[in-house]
């Protein structure tokens, strides 16, 4: 897989006047099912992210649900399995990683499962802690 999209690459593709939405959305539709995907656990913190929005941002759990569809329709959905969800929390443990982190250790797990040669996300900082299998492949779209 050439690309992973992490949660907060995904949720400004939504938003046109989201700061990181044009170079969000170049990511998002530069690549197909077959060459970049996103972290089952990423369809649930998108449908969070986009309910709790402030304002006139926020929007229902019906309009959500299409916006999934259409992450769901251009990339393939990884998720772990209970052995390895097990294996990357014990990973993680080890290198420190405590908090919400592990969401993001969480998402990098399903980026190495898938072989992808580039994890895009807007949270350099969390994904920097996460080893030498992993930084190398982070970057911002």
Request: charge should be positive; hydrophobic fraction near 40%; include cysteine.
């Amino acid at each position: 897989m050439k690309a992973f999209l992490d949660t907060s690459v995904l949720v400004p593709v939504f938003y046109g006047d989201h700061e990181h939405h044009a170079a969000s959305m170049r990511v998002f539709t530069r690549h197909g099912k077959k060459d970049a995907g996103c972290g089952a656990h990423s369809l649930v913190e998108v449908y969070s992210a986009l309910t709790r929005m402030p304002g006139r941002h926020r929007i229902n759990g019906e309009q959500a649900m299409l916006f999934i569809g259409n992450i769901r329709e251009r990339l393939t959905v990884v998720g772990l399995t209970p052995e390895e969800y097990f294996a990357m929390l014990q990973t993680n443990a080890g290198l420190g990683v405590t908090g919400g982190a592990i969401y993001d250790a969480l998402l990098a797990s399903c980026a190495l499962k898938s072989g992808t040669e580039i994890l895009y996300t807007w949270n350099l900082r969390h994904y920097g802690q996460l080893g030498p299998k992993v930084t190398p492949l982070v970057q911002t779209p």
